[in-house]
């Protein structure tokens, strides 16, 4: 039976959660398209904004895709996944939409106050903070009850998926829980322990500061909080995308997954290991000991083998799906994958795609490297690879298969679909390889200004190439971006809006087993108490120690006052 008639609740819910989060992604790729146009230079008269207006568009763009596409489309796959691989209805609906309409709430709170730059008519003053919103900066009370809003309906949203899998578990005591709950399960318990960070952060001392019931905040205090969160949730974007490489690319790819057991491992090392990182992102802090930092870039390259793991598991399962359809050779395998299915083209070149991101990720991660590129465009580049490519290009993909299956409607423009992800690779190839080449010849990030001129002295000059190409490289690639993302919108509204009923269902939803399934691995892999215990000590030991010594130094110190943006 089709997914949406034999779940119809739960596919309703994925539907308004998918929808909200096109929606997101469409205002934010305009936005992404005119700060590319804007910041190179290019017909920068024609566009119907100013320097300041630059940075309520960056805001606008990073918090609508980074933090409400990403949030809104995680919990439609993960409605999905939970009711289709436990085989049993949401135990809540009630709670599911409750999840949902905080998650709505929050973002109109904080998009209205961004828009506010833009659009004076709408209330709550400016709040031009940029998605790391960093104090002395400081928005308007409605954008952070917004974010606190947003990460609570996220909370919710979880706990839906916890109720229903503690449902199965009394029906089927003993038995190992299914492996794409068990992804659900533990990427929503590292998101419990992370988001601990960002909830203080702005419950404690951002929203009373903003209220004016404090006057000062400590800045050092408050990003520490924020990082504790900021790095984890790349990895609450890039778990979801994992999923779909792990269950349902083999498939797509004509086989089956390589390893049951690799997989879990994989998500059990995400859990423990994703928080104590942190402080990867404020090497360049002071008031941190060099030896905490030393320690975080030390569990970051850990880090690195669980995604070196799936780099592994899922080139083997697309190795063997090919081979079942006839491919042969050391490489020539790779011709007899379907390249023309898009839901399949879309995650394979997303993979591919991370693996460069993940390399400019570790480049990133080391302590001295990091001086470099810091505050650069090179980090912008990485994570257009990440987040920008190895998520958005995932669900973008994944979509196809599965908005069908979620409206019972057949997918409609099928060629614009096919070439839709091709579009995207180019344009990111593009954007992102020469914001990388920009950062190292020391182009700063964020900052209206093109400067590409002032780059073009650095010494790293005849390195990068020319000044022109990398500023022309730009503005292609995110104008092809937009052009992709065009037609992403342009086939599911069309599918969305298609009639229903009469056409059969295009796609098949059902996984085939893994090659190696769970039953030979240890059983403590599905303790996930054991996991989340050993996770909370090893966040206790990376963070305890310097956020004692900033609250400790802070005690002495007056803090800052917020500074108009
Ligand atoms: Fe990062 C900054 C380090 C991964 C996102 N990162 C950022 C920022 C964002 C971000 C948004 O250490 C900017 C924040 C800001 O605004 O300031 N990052 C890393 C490291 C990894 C990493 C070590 N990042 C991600 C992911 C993200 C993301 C994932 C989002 C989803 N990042 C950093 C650091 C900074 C940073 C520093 C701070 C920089 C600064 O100074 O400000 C690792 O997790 C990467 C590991 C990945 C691999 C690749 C494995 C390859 C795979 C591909 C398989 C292929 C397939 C296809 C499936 C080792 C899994 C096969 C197809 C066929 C056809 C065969
Ligand atoms: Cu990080």
Redesign the pocket.
């Known amino acids: 039976m089709a997914y949406v008639d034999e779940y119809p609740r739960a596919a309703k819910i994925a539907r308004w959660e998918f929808g909200v989060a096109f929606l997101a992604l469409a205002l934010g790729g305009v936005f992404g398209l005119v700060q590319a146009l804007y910041r190179t230079d290019t017909f920068r008269e024609a566009l119907p904004i100013n320097a300041a207006d630059y940075y309520t568009i960056l805001t606008g763009h ?1 918090v609508l895709l ?1 933090l409400v596409f990403t949030t809104f489309s995680i919990a439609a796959l993960f409605t999905w996944a939970t009711t289709r691989s436990l085989e049993r209805p949401l135990a809540s609906n009630r709670l599911a939409w409750g999840a949902f309409w905080l998650l709505v709430i929050g973002t109109v709170l904080a998009a209205t106050s961004i828009l506010n730059g833009f659009v004076p008519q709408l209330p709550f003053e400016s709040s031009d903070v ?3 919103f960093y104090a002395p900066m400081q928005a308007h009370p409605a954008f952070y009850l917004g974010a606190a809003l947003i990460i609570i309906g996220s909370w919710v949203a979880g706990a839906v998926y916890f109720l229903t899998y503690w449902e199965w578990r009394k029906d089927n005591p003993g038995e190992r829980i299914p492996l794409q709950t068990f992804m659900v399960l533990t990427t929503f318990l590292m998101w419990y322990l992370a988001t601990l960070g960002v909830a203080v952060e702005v419950v404690v001392f951002l929203i009373p500061w903003s209220l004016g019931l404090i006057d000062t905040v400590d800045p050092l205090l408050t990003r520490t909080l924020f990082w504790f969160f ?2 984890p949730v ?2 609450f ?2 778990l979801p ?2 999923l779909v ?1 792990y269950t349902v ?1 083999p498939k797509l790819a004509g086989g089956r997954l390589f390893s049951d057991p690799l997989a879990r491992a994989v998500f059990v090392l995400f859990l423990l290991l994703s928080t104590p ?1 942190g402080f ?2 404020q ?2 802090d002071p008031g941190i000991p060099e030896g905490f930092k030393f320690v975080s ?1 030390t569990n ?2 850990m ?2 083998l669980p ?2 793991l ?2 592994f598991t ?2 083997a399962s ?2 063997h799906g090919a081979r079942q359809r006839g491919g042969g050779g050391y490489v020539g395998w ?1 011709r007899s ?1 379907p390249w023309d299915r898009p839901a399949f083209s879309g ?6 795609m ?2 460069a ?6 480049i ?3 302590m001295n490297i ?1 001086y470099l ?3 650069t465009l090179w ?2 580049g ?2 257009h690879l ?2 920008g490519t ?2 958005a290009l995932t669900i973008m993909a994944i979509a196809y298969w599965l908005i069908p299956q979620i409206t019972g409607k057949r997918l409609q423009h099928r060629r614009l679909a096919m070439v839709q992800p091709y579009v995207w690779f180019v344009g990111m190839t593009l954007m992102s390889n020469a914001m990388h080449r920009a950062g190292l010849a020391g182009l700063p ?1 964020r900052t209206a200004e093109p400067m590409f001129q002032e780059a073009g002295s650095a010494p790293f000059d005849p390195v990068v190439g020319t000044v022109g190409e990398m500023r022309l490289q730009i503005a292609i690639g995110s104008t092809l971006l937009f052009v992709a993302l065009a037609m992403f919108l342009v086939v599911m509204f069309g599918t969305w809006l298609g009639k229903s009923g009469a056409a059969p269902l295009a796609v098949n939803g059902s996984i085939p087993d893994p090659l190696s399934g769970p039953e030979g691995s240890p059983r403590v892999l599905d303790n996930l108490k054991v996991w989340t215990a050993i996770a909370v000590v090893l966040v206790a030991l990376a963070y305890g120690l310097p956020i004692w010594s900033i609250i400790s130094d802070g005690l002495l110190t007056p803090g800052s006052p917020p500074i108009p943006v």
């Open positions: 990073g980074a940029l998605f790391t900021g790095h790349v990895y974007w890039l995308a994992y490489w690319l990182v990867h992102h090497y360049v870039m970051t390259m880090l690195l995604s070196l799936t780099a899922v080139v697309l190795e790779l994958l995650c394979a070149l997303a993979g591919l991370f693996a991101g993940g390399f400019s990720g570790m990133n991660a080391g990091n590129i810091h505050n980090v912008p990485h994570f990440t987040v190895a998520f990030r």
